[in-house]
């Protein structure tokens, strides 16, 4: 059974660059075809898809985050990471990694989330 966990900073400042990374065990991020996504919540709002790495290295964006997202992967260490640049308290939220087959958008594994807040 795959388990992914988000890691990284919980707090950032304004203009800055937010950097997490998701570790998964159970299961390989090159396997044929699985996608790797970063999946953000606001307070009080919807979860917002962001982007995602696929199992041959392949990324894919939100249009609307595209000028400010990068997503890349580490697979000695079988992770990937979401970096968001030019952050404002906008960006705000839980954010989430998980995984889908076949770029679905149906995701059957989820991490825990992590609580990132953007403020000065």
């Known amino acids: 059974q795959v388990q992914l966990k988000e890691s990284g900073p919980g707090l950032v400042k304004p203009s800055q660059t937010l950097s997490l990374t998701c570790t998964v065990s159970?299961?390989?991020?090159?396997?044929?075809?699985?996608?790797w996504s970063w999946i953000r919540q606001p307070p009080g709002k919807g979860l917002e898809w962001m982007g995602a790495?696929?199992?041959?290295?392949?990324?894919f964006y939100s249009p609307s985050l595209k000028s400010r997202t990068s997503i890349s992967r580490d697979t000695s260490k079988n992770q990937f990471t979401l970096q968001l640049s030019s952050v404002t308290p906008e960006d705000t939220a839980v954010y989430y990694c998980a995984r889908d087959h076949s770029n679905t958008l149906d995701f059957a594994s989820w991490g825990q989330g992590t609580q990132v807040t953007v403020s000065s």
């Open positions: 790495i696929n199992f041959s290295g392949s990324t």
């Open positions: 159970g299961g390989s991020i090159t396997t044929n075809y699985y996608y």
